[in-house]
């Protein structure tokens, strides 16, 4: 089992900058790929950004490209949404969540999620 608590979601201006994190508990968190999810009122969970166990590979959506950086820390079994230049319609529930890779020839090509956390509001007003 691993526990997932998100945290440095709030109210920014468009343009502006927050970083989320999600932290994790449990069992071992370095063996699992992380990934960050949004769900904006009234639409489903989207992918948004993940990184590999190692933090060797990343992947991100083509809308937050440039913009949204994933990292981690193994150390302190944290992993991190660096978002700059926000837009109003990165207005959303973000959620993190502990998976594992389907394919081992790929990493980031299909990833199984397995626990998620509870989100964190992220507001961007424009």
């Not at 989320?20 to 968190?29: D, I, K, T």
């Amino acid at each position: 089992q691993v526990q997932l608590v998100e945290s440095g979601g709030g109210l920014v201006q468009a343009g502006g900058s927050l970083r989320l994190l999600c932290e994790a508990s449990g069992h071992s968190f370095s063996w699992y790929a992380m990934g960050w999810f949004r769900q904006a009122p009234g639409k489903e969970r989207d992918f948004v950004a993940a990184i590999s166990w190692n933090g060797a590979n990343r992947k991100y959506v083509e809308s937050v490209k440039g913009r949204f950086t994933i990292s981690r820390d193994n150390a302190k079994n944290t992993v991190y949404l660096q978002m700059n230049t926000l837009k109003p319609e990165d207005t959303a529930v973000y959620y993190c969540a502990a998976g594992t890779p389907r394919y081992d020839s790929d990493p980031m090509a299909a990833i199984d999620y397995r626990y998620w956390g509870q989100g964190t509001q992220v507001t961007v007003s424009s």
